[in-house]
Each structure stands twice: as structure tokens, then as C-alpha cells.
């Protein structure tokens, strides 16, 4: 898509409607045909690359088994798929590095963090439940857990986006996800 092409190229806040227009050899009026606006542009894409890795965990929890399995699969599946397909890390490197908060964005930001919150709120029942499997360490605060998973999860996504040269994050990704596991086990 031209508008991924100039936005991970000249940042968000740099890009101009024109210049997506030229990327795409069509004019500033055809975008506006699709689209109100700059913002409204980006965030469609960001709720395209959200669908596809909505698609991603619901493969993942569709395979079955317990619960633990399915919270290493998420991690494994993602990390990969950010290897794998090159328009979604695209728009996580936009996002995570060429990205200002203006105000114009401000609305699709808490719309982010909603879906974050609805994330979050899943994770939670899933260790909740992995302790009742035995799985992991019913001591251990199931919300704390879903927020360091969440983090644990970003944070690679970040540093293999920051550097995609220096490792391999989907041949990394068994490893990574049962480094982390294996420390919430009883």
C-alpha cells in the first residue's frame, strides 16, 4: 500500500496526503474519496495489521490443548508472523518508532488502549486459567502476569523491529516464549 510505503518512509507526522497520492499515481482527491483524512488513513492501517494477528491467536487457540500451550503458541506465532509478513512489520516499525503522538491521533490512541484493556482482560482469564490446570503458580497475581507477558511480547517485537539484522526473531521464538513460561511454572 503507497500510504504504508511514504508513512514508514517520512514518519506519520512529516507524511502529507499529497505524498501518498504520488506514491500511488492518483490524486489528492481519490484518497479523500476513501479516506477523511491523514489519521484515518493510518489507522486503518493499524486496524488492518490488528486483524491479521487477531487471525494469528485465533488459529493458535483454535488447535486446543491446555492452556499454557496456547499462551506459548501466541508468543511463537506472533513473533514469527512479524517476520514472515513484511507489510505487518512495516506498520509495527511505524507504529513503535515513526509514530508521534499528535493531536489528530489522539482518538485512534484510545481506541489502542481499549483494545489493549479488552487484551489485557483475555490474558488474565487464560493464566487464571492455566493455574487452575496446575500450569503455572496459582500464587502468582494473574493480572501482574498478563501485564509482563503483554510487555515480554512487545518488548521483542520492539527490539527485533529496532534491529532485524542482529537475530532471527521467529527462530528465536520457542526459546524466548519458554524462557519466560518456564518462570511461572508451580
Given at each position: 500500500?503507497a500510504?504504508?510505503?511514504?508513512?514508514?518512509?517520512?514518519g506519520y507526522?512529516?507524511?502529507?496526503?499529497?505524498?501518498?497520492?504520488d506514491e500511488?499515481?492518483?490524486t489528492?482527491?481519490?484518497?479523500?474519496?476513501?479516506?477523511?483524512?491523514?489519521?484515518?488513513l493510518?489507522?486503518?492501517l493499524q486496524y488492518?495489521a490488528?486483524?491479521?494477528?487477531?487471525?494469528?491467536?485465533?488459529e493458535a487457540?483454535?488447535?486446543g490443548?491446555?492452556?499454557?500451550?496456547?499462551l506459548?503458541?501466541?508468543?511463537?506465532r506472533i513473533?514469527?508472523y512479524l517476520?514472515?509478513?513484511?507489510?505487518?512489520?512495516?506498520?509495527?516499525?511505524?507504529?513503535?518508532?515513526k509514530?508521534?503522538l499528535?493531536?489528530?491521533?489522539?482518538?485512534?490512541?484510545?481506541?489502542k488502549?481499549e483494545?489493549?484493556?479488552?487484551?489485557?482482560?483475555?490474558l488474565v482469564?487464560?493464566?487464571?486459567?492455566?493455574m487452575a490446570e496446575?500450569?503455572?503458580d496459582p500464587?502468582?497475581?494473574?493480572e501482574?502476569?498478563a501485564?509482563?507477558?503483554?510487555?515480554y511480547l512487545n518488548?521483542?517485537?520492539?527490539?527485533?523491529?529496532?534491529d532485524?539484522?542482529?537475530?532471527?526473531?521467529k527462530?528465536s521464538a520457542?526459546?524466548?516464549?519458554?524462557l519466560?513460561?518456564?518462570?511461572?511454572?508451580?
Amino acid at each position: 500500500m503507497a500510504a504504508l510505503k511514504v508513512f514508514s518512509r517520512q514518519g506519520y507526522a512529516a507524511t502529507r496526503l499529497e505524498d501518498i497520492a504520488d506514491e500511488a499515481g492518483v490524486t489528492r482527491g481519490a484518497i479523500y474519496w476513501h479516506f477523511k483524512n491523514k489519521a484515518d488513513l493510518y489507522v486503518e492501517l493499524q486496524y488492518r495489521a490488528a486483524e491479521r494477528v487477531e487471525q494469528v491467536i485465533a488459529e493458535a487457540i483454535e488447535e486446543g490443548g491446555r492452556t499454557i500451550d496456547f499462551l506459548r503458541r501466541m508468543l511463537i506465532r506472533i513473533w514469527s508472523y512479524l517476520e514472515e509478513d513484511e507489510e505487518f512489520r512495516a506498520v509495527q516499525e511505524l507504529s513503535l518508532l515513526k509514530s508521534e503522538l499528535t493531536p489528530d491521533l489522539q482518538e485512534s490512541m484510545g481506541q489502542k488502549l481499549e483494545a489493549v484493556r479488552n487484551q489485557s482482560a483475555k490474558l488474565v482469564v487464560s493464566f487464571r486459567r492455566a493455574m487452575a490446570e496446575g500450569d503455572i503458580d496459582p500464587r502468582l497475581d494473574a493480572e501482574a502476569l498478563a501485564r509482563g507477558y503483554y510487555a515480554y511480547l512487545n518488548g521483542m517485537v520492539l527490539m527485533w523491529v529496532l534491529d532485524p539484522s542482529s537475530f532471527s526473531i521467529k527462530q528465536s521464538a520457542p526459546a524466548m516464549a519458554d524462557l519466560f513460561l518456564r518462570g511461572l511454572r508451580p
